[in-house]
C-alpha cells in the first residue's frame, strides 16, 4: 500500500491550496478515503471524508472552507483548502476510513502564517 500526499506549502492566512494523495496497493473505488491531519504537539485528527458515492462529512472547523473530492479514474482524492487560517498548519495525510491502512505515507505539510 502507499498513500503519496502532495500539494502542501506555505502560504498567507485566507490563501487556497489543493492537496493531493495517489493511492495504490488496494481498491480504490471500493474504500471510502479520507484526508486527516496532525498538527505539531496534537494528535493526528480526520479532517474530511468522501464515501464511495461521493457522499462527503467535514470537521466542523473546515466546513465550508475546504472541499473533499476523489477521481476513483486517477485513484486520486483532494482537498481543496480555501480560507486557510493559522490552526491549519499540519503536516496532512489521506488514508481509508474506518479501518485506516497501516501505511500512512509521509504526508505533506501545510503552512498558514498570520
Known amino acids: 500500500v502507499q498513500l503519496q500526499a502532495s500539494g502542501g506549502g506555505l502560504v498567507q492566512a485566507g490563501g487556497s491550496l489543493r492537496l493531493s494523495c495517489v493511492a495504490s496497493?488496494?481498491?480504490?473505488?471500493?474504500?471510502?478515503m479520507a484526508w486527516y491531519r496532525q498538527a505539531p504537539g496534537n494528535q493526528r485528527e480526520l479532517v474530511a471524508s468522501?464515501?464511495?458515492?461521493?457522499?462527503?462529512n467535514y470537521v466542523g472547523s473546515v466546513k465550508g472552507r475546504f472541499t473533499i473530492s476523489r477521481d476513483n479514474a486517477k485513484n486520486t482524492v483532494y482537498l481543496q483548502m480555501n480560507s486557510l487560517k493559522p490552526e491549519d498548519t499540519a503536516v496532512y495525510y489521506c488514508?481509508?476510513?474506518?479501518?485506516?491502512?497501516?501505511?500512512w505515507g509521509k504526508g505533506t505539510l501545510v503552512t498558514v502564517s498570520s
Open positions: 488514508n481509508t476510513l474506518g479501518p485506516t491502512m497501516n501505511s
Open positions: 496497493g488496494f481498491i480504490f473505488r471500493l474504500k471510502i
Open positions: 468522501i464515501s464511495l458515492s461521493g457522499s462527503t
